[in-house]
């Protein structure tokens, strides 16, 4: 028993720009990383003025800053991601999942259920 039986004459549709979208977001994943953390290394080697607090303080923000952005453009990049695939799977063959023949489906039997006629 094949558990994935293909609908009988049911045409794929070609893939778009689904594709494009999923091939680019590792690309796109690494640099949007890199921006922040290029952010966050750069604010290092600036010559901050005031008292070593004061650029300790102002560096663990832009430190926290570039934390948060990057894990917002993750989440942003994964919704993409998961929406790409869905629709990439949308796309695919369509599944015959229960092809049995209905024995009364020309005089459905009248439901046995005692609330199902009256309301």
Avoid: C
């Avoid at 045409?11 to 640099?31: C, D, H, I, S």
């Avoid at 796309?91 to 020309?106: M, T, W």
């Amino acid at each position: 028993m094949n558990l994935f039986n293909i609908w009988p004459g049911f045409q794929k549709t070609p893939a778009g720009l689904e594709r494009v979208v999923l091939r680019k977001l590792p690309k796109a994943l690494w640099l949007g990383s890199a921006l922040p953390a290029l952010v966050a290394l750069l604010a290092r080697g600036y010559p901050w003025s005031g008292s070593e607090m004061d650029v300790a303080t102002r560096i663990q923000t832009i430190d926290i800053l570039a934390i948060s952005v990057v894990v917002f453009y993750w989440t942003m990049v994964l919704t993409v991601a998961i929406g790409a695939f869905i629709v990439m799977v949308m796309k695919g063959p369509a599944y015959v999942a229960d092809a049995y023949p209905l024995e009364n489906a020309d005089h459905p039997a009248p439901d046995p259920r005692p609330e199902a006629g009256t309301r």
